[in-house]
């Protein structure tokens, strides 16, 4: 029998990864009482029972003062050694303060037992009982890491078949789309677009209400072939006289009205050969009733990438620039961990202003046809 021995603390992961390298047959949660009072105990409880580890928790081991935290020691020790006589034990002293830590190495590696430690920023697990180094291979997907961190992902659109199979089948016209942002003599027909597909939804988006609209003025010839693509993709119908537009339901209308984006982003991840990727993700936190959904999550190397997509312009409404600055900043600082990155995908250049703001918030902001290599640069994948 193989048990594992943790020291809950914030990064649980540094804890997790390892579980899932030597697959144990039983974990054993050492907590502190402020663990506990935080949640993180729970959290690591309910991360391991949805892995299908078997855990035991073993509560109020001191975090301060040498004596008391030795005598929770020798007293666990003693526990473990005489419940599981036979038992390999392996014990994680990443976690936990630096007293709790020393004490485990102190009187579980004197009896011979293994003592590993994790370091996440240079990807190993040291194995301190015979002095080797192993790097950390990629076990994480999206639903355990950001489970991790206190969300718990209910779904995600790119799960689904359906959706795949129409991403799959108008990724020229995403494509597309992206390329027009890059064009100046064509990015206002993005915005007429735009508009109209928003005119023609319901206010949640829901339900298409007002189908038919037309372009205000007459299409230039670059315009034009531009459009047609778009609706040869049968995205929205055109008219012989070029300027009728019939939108043809909710769902494709919302694609114009820039979940395209968010397509492009996610074809892009995919292409990049990430570990795991996904678009349009529910989750819900943990204590808590508020819901959020994240445009397109990845996670490569057990780390995650928290892309943001925009097709708005910011250049000239400076409280709607802080106001998605704020929320990328609160979602990825919750969720991304120490080595995540947060990424704000706008469709159009923005502010120098604005730049530096997401620069001092850790904010990487991208336009479409700067994504493939950030991905490549972020990830280490090579082409």
């Known amino acids: 029998m193989h048990i594992h021995i943790c020291l809950v603390s914030q990064q649980l992961l540094a804890n997790y990864i390892p579980i899932r390298m030597d697959k144990p047959d039983q974990v054993h949660l ?15 409880e309910t991360l391991l029972k949805q892995s299908g580890f078997n855990s035991v928790t073993h ?12 005598r929770f020691t020798r007293a666990l020790y003693e526990t473990l050694t005489q419940q599981y006589p036979t038992a390999r034990l392996t014990v994680n002293i990443t976690g936990g303060t630096k007293l709790m830590s020393v004490s485990m190495l102190d009187i579980f590696s004197a009896a011979g037992h293994a003592i590993i430690y994790t370091d996440t920023a240079k990807d190993t697990l040291e194995r301190v009982h015979n002095c080797t180094l192993e790097p950390l291979p990629a076990v994480l997907g999206i ?17 689904h078949a359906e959706w795949q199979e129409r991403a799959f089948n108008r990724r020229a016209a995403a494509e597309l789309l992206a390329q027009i942002t890059q064009t100046k003599k064509l990015q206002a027909l993005i915005t007429v677009l735009n508009a109209m597909a928003m005119s023609a939804l319901s206010f949640n988006g829901d339900e298409l209400v007002a189908p038919q609209q037309a372009f205000k003025f007459p299409l230039t010839t670059a315009q034009l072939a531009a459009v047609q693509p778009l609706a040869e993709a049968g995205l929205f119908a ?18 114009i009205c820039g979940h395209w984006l968010e397509e492009y982003a996610w074809h892009i991840a995919e292409q990049a050969g990430l570990n795991e990727v996904a678009c349009g993700v529910d989750i819900d936190w943990e204590n808590s009733r508020t819901c959020n959904e994240l445009d397109v999550l990845a996670v490569h190397n057990n780390r995650l990438l928290i892309i943001e997509c925009k097709t ?19 979602l990825g600082e919750s969720l991304r961990g120490l080595f995540g990155q947060k990424v704000l995908l706008s469709a159009w250049g923005v502010s120098p202003t604005m730049l530096d703001r997401a620069k001092t918030q850790g904010i990487k902001i991208l336009r479409p046809h700067e994504l493939a290599a950030y991905i490549q640069q972020w990830s280490g994948v090579t082409a």
């Open 238 to 255: 055109l008219h012989d006289n070029h300027q009728d537009v019939m939108f043809l339901d909710a769902e494709r209308t919302r694609f």
């Open 30 to 44: 050492v907590s502190s009482l402020d663990m506990q009072k935080k949640g993180l105990t729970t959290r690591f």
């Open 312 to 330: 708005v312009r910011f250049s000239d409404d400076r409280q709607k620039s802080n106001n998605t600055l704020y929320k990328i900043n609160s």
């Open 143 to 159: 639903e355990e890491y950001l489970l991790a961190y206190g969300a718990t992902v209910h779904d995600s659109a790119s799960w």
């Open 59 to 70: 509560t109020r081991m001191p975090d301060a003062g040498m004596a008391e935290i030795q």
